[in-house]
């Protein structure tokens, strides 16, 4: 057997029975293996990484279906979408307080269309889209307070210009 790396302690669980044992399993080249039977996994990962609680499904040792991170508390962290082991969809990141931070969407593990990111206040902080997982077009900046600050052109993924807006000095 080629040498592999131990991906996780994980949990088996399913809606009516919550006493199955834990399972050792690990990845390589990107498949979930259950290193009982050493054949592609398929279940519910449920672990605990990095001060965070992970969820998700894998059929045939790929991550497929919803994909949810908890903070400790139980509050959602990251909400989204996988197929085929790739991001897909509408995925949404959020503060510890339960506040969004950002969203967009994915297809085939690229950012693609219109993104925004919120301060923790709620505000907007910034908007902008992505083609083929490059900034593309104008991106609006924020205050802290939701007036706009700067709009910045890019173009393939590279700036073009920025124009600072200054507060209006008519009263």
């Known amino acids: 057997m080629l040498p592999v790396t131990i ?3 994980i949990i088996i669980s399913s809606c009516s029975d919550s006493s199955k044992p834990s399972t050792l399993i690990y990845s390589q080249d990107g498949i979930i293996y259950s290193q009982a ?3 592609p996994y398929t279940g519910r990962i449920v672990d605990t990484i990095a001060n965070r609680i992970i969820k998700y499904e894998v059929k045939e040792g790929l991550k497929n279906g919803v ?3 908890y903070f400790l508390d139980g509050k959602t962290a990251i909400y989204g979408k996988i197929k085929d082991n790739k991001n897909v969809g509408k995925w949404s990141y959020y503060y510890p307080n339960g506040k ?3 969203e967009g969407c994915f ?3 690229i950012v693609i269309n219109k ?3 919120y301060y923790p206040n709620g505000e907007k902080k ?3 889209s992505f083609i083929n997982g490059k900034r593309e077009g104008i991106w609006k900046i924020y205050k802290e307070n939701g007036t706009l600050k700067s709009n910045i ?3 393939e993924g590279n700036v073009i210009n920025t124009i600072d807006l200054k507060p209006s000095t008519i009263s």
């Open 153 to 155: 052109f890019f173009k």
């Open 107 to 109: 297809k085939n593990d």
């Open 7 to 9: 991906f996780s302690l």
């Open 126 to 128: 910034e908007e902008g």
């Open 115 to 117: 993104w925004i990111w």
């Open 100 to 102: 969004l931070e950002s």
């Open 67 to 69: 994909f949810i991170i």
């Open 37 to 39: 039977t050493d054949e």
